[in-house]
């Protein structure tokens, strides 16, 4: 019996692809820039200095001419100081790069950071099509499965396949006396596709840059990643940022390369007070709250405005106000899903009992895998809730 010959794996040297001296350069600059908080000078004296330590340029093209270029790419922009007023244009859309002299980064670079973000820390999951989140319920929905069955009364003619249904046809009554009835109809079979609200909650406290370890930096690598996979694979989702620290406030998605951490202590319940305020206004079924956080609660405003803090230890009161949160978030059918990227016993206790209260979800992690983690939380949330 001949046997059919296939061709097997060849293995050859791995070449990386060309990049241009722009390209190699302009990969460093951008992971430099969002250590720097959008601090193009910053950014550029880091390079000079890499460049001295491993020669990354040369004399037929210089920082200088990365400078030039990017100006001309239109990823940074000379700013002129008149008479010491802030640097730029009163509204101009990416203009945050407060305490830079000489350059600020364009809307333009903002946008490629956050793609950058996404390809970096998403890159490896597959794509699809808008409106992957799935449902446990089939039927009359707006997400195709690729699978078949029988028609049913009400269907809608649109979801009948035509293919699948003249197979049939011929199968049960022949070529020669071809007819269609409606046992031979099959429709493709649908799911719904939820919607979903997110609050994505960062702690800006001082302890995020504490004891030699960066953690606001991948923090905000996640946001840009997660703002930018929401705006363009889940459209009709919100996402809505806010940071916390003694107090707290929403951030707009054009703010997050500019993230700094404080001199704060961490205000959690100003945190959770102000995400459930801006979920009650979405009309989505789906409602949900990101926390990323390496600290215990340590403040509280009191009504008369003055601030309570205790950075000693658990601090009851404020440990309670915390409890209760989560228990008016658990009321309102939001859960909290919490990343603490500490491993202290006592903080992970109470985040235990804060997730119990809520009936929610907690996940003690370092900083590497904190996004892959966030996207399958979100993937996984997204189902719509029936209520019964």
């Known amino acids: 019996m001949a046997m059919n010959t296939r061709k097997g794996f060849r293995f050859t040297t791995y070449e990386a692809p060309h990049q241009t001296p722009f390209e190699k350069l302009f990969e460093i600059f951008q992971e ?10 910053e950014a550029l004296d880091w390079l000079r200095e890499l460049d001295k330590e491993y020669e990354l340029t040369d004399d037929d093209y210089t920082i200088d001419d990365f400078i030039e270029e990017l100006k ?5 922009r000379e700013e002129i100081d008149l008479d010491n007023n802030e640097a730029g244009t009163e509204g101009d859309e990416g203009d945050e790069g407060e305490g830079n002299s000489g350059f600020s980064i364009t809307a333009k670079l903002e946008r490629m950071l956050r793609q950058r973000a996404l390809d970096q820390i998403f890159g490896k999951l597959k794509r699809s099509g808008s409106g992957n989140h799935k449902t446990g319920k089939s039927g009359r929905g707006d997400e195709h499965t690729g699978e078949f069955r ?12 035509m293919t699948e249904s003249l197979k049939n046809a011929q199968v049960n009554h022949g070529l020669d006396n071809f007819s269609l009835r409606e046992e031979d109809l099959v429709v493709e079979d649908t799911q719904y596709k939820a919607q979903m609200s997110t609050v994505l909650m960062i702690d800006i406290s001082h302890s995020m840059i504490l004891y030699g370890e960066d953690r606001i930096t991948p923090a905000k690598k996640v946001a840009m990643a997660l703002a930018e996979l929401i705006t363009t694979r889940y459209p009709k989702d919100t996402l809505d940022i806010l940071v916390f620290g003694n107090d707290a406030w929403p951030i707009s998605i054009k703010e997050l390369p500019y993230l700094k ?11 959770l007070q102000l995400a459930m305020d801006m979920l009650r206004r979405k009309r989505n079924t789906n ?6 956080t390496d600290g215990k609660p340590s403040c509280l405003r009191l009504p008369n405005g003055d601030y309570y803090k205790n950075s000693v230890g658990l601090d009851e009161y404020i440990v309670e106000k915390c409890y209760n949160m989560a228990q008016q978030a658990r009321k309102l059918h939001i859960p909290i899903t919490t990343f603490m990227i500490a491993e202290d016993p006592y903080l992970m206790k109470f985040v235990r009992e ?19 983690m966030i996207f399958e939380d979100y993937e996984q949330n997204r189902r719509k809730r029936i209520k019964g």
Not at 150 to 161: K, P, Q, T, V, W
């Open 32 to 41: 430099l820039i969002t250590h720097t908080s959008g601090d193009v000078e």
């Open 287 to 292: 409602k949900q709250i990101f926390m990323i």
């Open 261 to 271: 951490v404080g001199p704060y202590h961490t205000n959690t319940v100003a945190g």
């Open 150 to 161: 029988e028609y049913r009364f009400g269907d809608a003619l649109e979801h009948i396949s």
């Open 354 to 372: 804060f997730t119990k209260a809520n009936k929610g979800k907690a996940f003690y992690t370092g900083l590497k895998g904190l996004g892959e």
């Open 72 to 76: 001309a790419k239109g990823f940074i």
